[in-house]
């Protein structure tokens, strides 16, 4: 079964760090992205941060210089460290990766999301 699983989610006072992880049930596709987005209230979905397997990182400019992306392909685990979060960092967080099923094979998954609330 294809399945990623975010965790680390929680209430933090603004100015706090969170970190929070995206475990596969099977390896990343090698060349594509793991992706973490975020919904906030009443907002479109944002991506946030990618990695690729290779380690090229993209971050979104509103969170640049304060998270950070990284991936342990033995874990097959994705994590984003947030550091001085605001209130506007509020949301759902969620990953997206393509991943490997079977020779030649792959398919998309998505997470179920984890929530990150930050108070002022």
């Known amino acids: 079964q294809v399945q990623l699983v975010e965790s680390g989610g929680g209430l933090v006072q603004a100015g706090g760090s969170l970190r929070l992880s995206c475990a596969a049930s099977?390896?990343?596709?090698?060349?594509?992205?793991v992706n973490w987005y975020r919904r906030a209230p009443g907002e479109q979905r944002e991506l946030v941060a990618s990695i690729t397997p290779g380690g090229t990182l993209t971050y979104v400019d509103s969170v640049k210089g304060r998270f950070s992306i990284s991936m342990d392909n033995a874990q097959n685990t994705v994590y984003l460290e947030m550091n001085s979060l605001k209130p506007e960092d509020t949301g759902i967080y969620s990953c997206?990766?393509?991943?490997?099923?079977?020779?030649?094979?792959?398919?998309?998954?998505w997470g179920q999301g984890t929530r990150v609330t930050v108070s002022s």
């Open positions: 099977g390896r990343f596709l090698s060349g594509y992205p």
């Open positions: 997206n990766a393509r991943l490997i099923i079977g020779p030649d094979m792959f398919a998309d998954a």
